[in-house]
T-cell receptor
Framework: AQTVTQSQPEMSVQEAETVTLSCTYDTSESDYYLFWYKQPPSRQMILVIRQEAYKQQNATENRFSVNFQKAAKSFSLKISDSQLGDAAMYFCAYSKGNQFYFGTGTSLTVIP | ETGVTQSPTHLIKTRGQQVTLRCSSQSGHNTVSWYQQALGQGPQFIFQYYREEENGRGNFPPRFSGLQFPNYSSELNVNALELDDSALYLC????????????FGPGTRLTVL
């Protein structure tokens, strides 16, 4: 069964600094998708970034980038120049076909 | 473009009752997935609907059932409510075949007393 593990329940970062959130997953598939979602206190889940497993190049979206290590089954999220609005729960997710699997989340605090 | 909407926002039920939650998919999306998110946990996949048929199910008992309508909106029904059913229920819509990207609604907070 596919599992997604986020080993950091809580993280904090100084405003304008860089933080990396960790995620590992378990799968026997070779083609799948990985995602990072942000869930602010208002609770609406928002897609931050997406990675397709067959692409070797790491995805980047403005201040957000990933380090995708397929062999190690690792998918970390780097947030550069952290802003107060980045404070939220961050969920790593794995998708194959019509199934989605989420990690337990990392709560990110941004310190002014 | 209208996003995913869910109703109601909050709901309180007692053990043994039945509940229906509703979701309107984003314009142009034909697939709806439902998730249960317990407090402090990540969302757990309940099931997915595509073209009015169930298209995949997570590890949830049969008392969790759903419907999808011709306009792609969807309902989640839960019978014989248990205390552990208290959670945030999230609906997500997507366009089938479009790289699995899902768009989430704001959720319905269900409390079972």
């Amino acid at each position: 069964a596919q599992t997604v593990t986020q080993s950091q329940p809580e993280m904090s970062v100084q405003e304008a600094e860089t933080v990396t959130l960790s995620c590992t997953y378990d799968t026997s598939e070779s083609d799948y998708y990985l995602f990072w979602y942000k869930q602010p206190p208002s609770r609406q889940m928002i897609l931050v970034i997406r990675q397709e497993a067959y692409k070797q190049q790491n995805a980047t979206e403005n201040r957000f980038s990933v380090n995708f290590q397929k062999a190690a089954k690792s998918f970390s999220l780097k947030i550069s120049d952290s802003q107060l609005g980045d404070a939220a729960m961050y969920f790593c997710a794995y998708s194959k076909g019509n199934q989605f699997y989420f990690g337990t989340g990392t709560s990110l605090t941004v310190i002014p | 473009e209208t996003g995913v909407t869910q109703s109601p926002t909050h709901l309180i039920k007692t053990r043994g009752q039945q509940v229906t939650l509703r979701c309107s998919s984003q314009s142009g999306h034909n697939t709806v997935s439902w998730y249960q998110q317990a407090l402090g946990q990540g969302p757990q996949f309940i099931f997915q609907y595509y073209r009015e048929e169930e298209n995949g199910r997570g590890n949830f008992p049969p008392r969790f059932s759903g419907l999808q309508f011709p306009n792609y909106s969807s309902e989640l029904n839960v019978n014989a409510l248990e205390l552990d059913d208290s959670a945030l229920y999230l609906c997500a819509s997507s366009e089938r075949g479009r790289s699995a990207e899902q768009f989430f609604g704001p959720g319905t907070r269900l409390t079972v007393l």
